[in-house]
């Protein structure tokens, strides 16, 4: 499986991971036609009380979760410098 360089920084710079899902194609009940998606953020732990988390959009490849990456490296990086002086994990779902 694919794992590029930009995922790979971004996954360091906050201690997070990638996720894999399943999104459905349709939203008819009688179709259970469904495609993988990924992102990045981190797994629920209910037993420490962590809940799930996304930090950026869900993609059809990780190729294209690196491409996302890569534009956003700069922003990531500033993010997790404050993340390191306290601010929250940065919410980059809404980036382009």
Known sequence: ???GVFINEVCQLFDIQVLHD?????????DFSFKSVVAIGWNAEPDAGIRYGVVT???STEEEL???CERNIEAFRAAAVACDNGAPVV???EWK
């Open 1 to 3: 499986m694919f794992k």
């Open 22 to 30: 399943m999104e459905s194609l349709s939203d008819r009940e009688d």
């Open 57 to 59: 959009p869900w993609f």
């Open 66 to 68: 690196d491409a996302f």
């Open 91 to 93: 919410d980059a779902t």
